[in-house]
T-cell receptor, first 112, second 115 residues
Framework: GDSVTQMEGPVTLSEEAFLTINCTYTATGYPSLFWYVQYPGEGLQLLLKATKADDKGSNKGFEATYRKETTSFHLEKGSVQVSDSAVYFCAPDFNTGNQFYFGTGTSLTVIP | AAGVIQSPRHLIKEKRETATLKCYPIPRHDTVYWYQQGPGQDPQFLISFYEKMQSDKGSIPDRFSAQQFSDYHSELNMSSLELGDSALYFC??????????????FGPGTRLTVL
């Protein structure tokens, strides 16, 4: 069936380090792919999205490319900042209903 | 721009009490979703409504019920509260599906604490 697997955390990086958070999915169809971010004490916010193969979503220096061949949507940022400390959720829309299936969430802490 | 509004933002109840959470979607959004996020856990889908009808059901306990009203706002009713119901409850809304994907806009959440 449809499912999502996200890299477990927590992840701790120094400021300006390179970030990768892995996300892979299993789907019978072609999902749309989303990354959501949850800052401490706040709600979920859409970070970026990609709706078809080879699309690249980007926002706030974060990028993720929809890789159909590897069924992946890894989140990357070249140089993280302290303000990027948050929990990141990979959330595919499998188009089988109206709900999102959230990954387990990856907690990122960036230290100065 | 208008966002999803949830009320109350914080709620404290005792075991076996009832609670009602409200969600006001972004204007012209026709679909509302409810999620539960326990401490340190990922959001779990509870239930969704499209045009005032239940459209999808997830891991919502039988003690909970929800509905969407004619003005598209939604209420999540929770009865016989248990300690394990303490969580952050998110509401999200999405516009009429005019494309192949379904972007959801989340509210700030209601933090429910059951004592």
């Amino acid at each position: 069936g449809d499912s999502v697997t996200q890299m477990e955390g927590p992840v701790t990086l120094s400021e300006e380090a390179f970030l990768t958070i892995n996300c892979t999915y299993t789907a019978t169809g072609y999902p749309s792919l989303f990354w959501y971010v949850q800052y401490p004490g706040e709600g979920l916010q859409l970070l970026l999205k990609a709706t078809k193969a080879d699309d690249k979503g980007s926002n706030k220096g974060f990028e993720a490319t929809y890789r159909k061949e590897t069924t992946s949507f890894h989140l990357e940022k070249g140089s993280v900042q302290v303000s990027d400390s948050a929990v990141y959720f990979c959330a595919p829309d499998f188009n089988t209903g109206n709900q999102f299936y959230f990954g387990t969430g990856t907690s990122l802490t960036v230290i100065p | 721009a208008a966002g999803v509004i949830q009320s109350p933002r914080h709620l404290i109840k005792e075991k076996r009490e009832t609670a009602t959470l409200k969600c006001y979607p972004i204007p012209r959004h026709d679909t509302v979703y409810w999620y539960q996020q326990g401490p340190g856990q990922d959001p779990q889908f509870l239930i969704s409504f499209y045009e005032k009808m239940q459209s999808d059901k997830g891991s919502i306990p039988d003690r909970f019920s929800a509905q969407q009203f004619s003005d598209y706002h939604s209420e999540l009713n929770m009865s016989s509260l248990e300690l394990g119901d303490s969580a952050l409850y998110f509401c999200a809304s999405s516009p009429p599906r005019a494309s192949s994907y379904n972007e959801q806009f989340f509210g700030p959440g209601t933090r429910l604490t059951v004592l």
